[in-house]
């Protein structure tokens, strides 16, 4: 089965890639942001989850985020 976040089809806006991970709107929901690890894993390494959490808060600094319940074994942020 392959993994729609690793796919990475650009359907939406993009705002950053890099290294480590992507900033979009999400697909589902187009006016809130997506945060995806690039690599397909559960969780991030301790220094890609620093890198996640300050980009999170320099994209959306006044917004919460959730880790969604669709996806499990591909980490990505939701913005709320």
């Known amino acids: 089965m392959i993994c729609e976040l690793c796919e990475r089809e650009r359907i939406t806006r993009w705002f950053s890639e890099d290294e480590v991970c992507w900033i979009a709107y999400c697909r589902h929901h187009p006016h809130q942001l997506i945060i995806v690890l690039k690599e397909h894993a559960p969780l991030p ?23 969604p319940k669709s996806i499990l074994d591909h980490f990505h942020l939701h913005e709320t």
Do not use: A
Not at 45 to 67: A, D, M
């Open 45 to 67: 390494t301790p220094v890609e989850y620093q890198h996640i959490w300050e980009l999170s808060k320099r994209f959306r600094p006044n917004s919460g985020w959730r880790l």
